[in-house]
């Protein structure tokens, strides 16, 4: 089986995977001076972490239903809107609850996955999908 070429699309779908890559994982390193910063205990701390996860799961059936609607573009480019709103109120925070808000919110709107499993479903031809699902998967 050759390898075939994948859709320039496809890059664009891989990058927003990887930019919900690293919303999901960059409070890691973040979570100690966080919490040394807004007095949380271990506990509150792990839980910016976790409020991140929880809401892409419940978001990510909602984006996925408004793209049937609205159409997958409108949605990726709203998510990822969303996701650097989300980063600036994080990184502008100056109470606890407003970085948790913030957490929450880049969740909910990095929910996107199943928009870009769709969109690369749909660009892609049935001998450029294993290639394009498997690197899409290894990204996120």
Avoid: C, H
């Avoid at 506990?43 to 609205?70: E, I, N």
């Avoid at 990726?76 to 948790?100: D, E, F, H, K, R």
Wanted: charged fraction near 10%.
């Amino acid at each position: 089986m050759l390898k075939q070429k994948l859709p320039g699309q496809f890059w664009i779908i891989a990058l927003i995977a990887f930019i919900n890559s690293i919303s999901l994982t960059i409070i890691i390193p973040l979570l100690y001076p966080y919490a040394k910063q807004f007095a949380l205990t271990d506990f509150q701390a792990s839980l910016l972490t976790t409020s991140y996860a929880v809401s892409q799961f419940f978001g990510t059936p909602v984006l996925g239903r408004l793209s049937d609607r609205m159409g997958r573009k409108p949605i990726l480019i709203i998510s990822l809107l969303g996701t650097v709103i989300a980063n600036l109120l994080a990184s502008i925070s100056s109470t606890a609850w407003l970085l948790y808000f913030a957490r929450i919110f880049d969740g909910l709107t990095g929910g996107n996955n199943s928009v870009a499993s769709a969109v690369i479903s749909d660009i892609t031809n049935r001998e450029q999908r294993l290639q394009a699902f498997g690197i899409f998967a290894a990204i996120y």
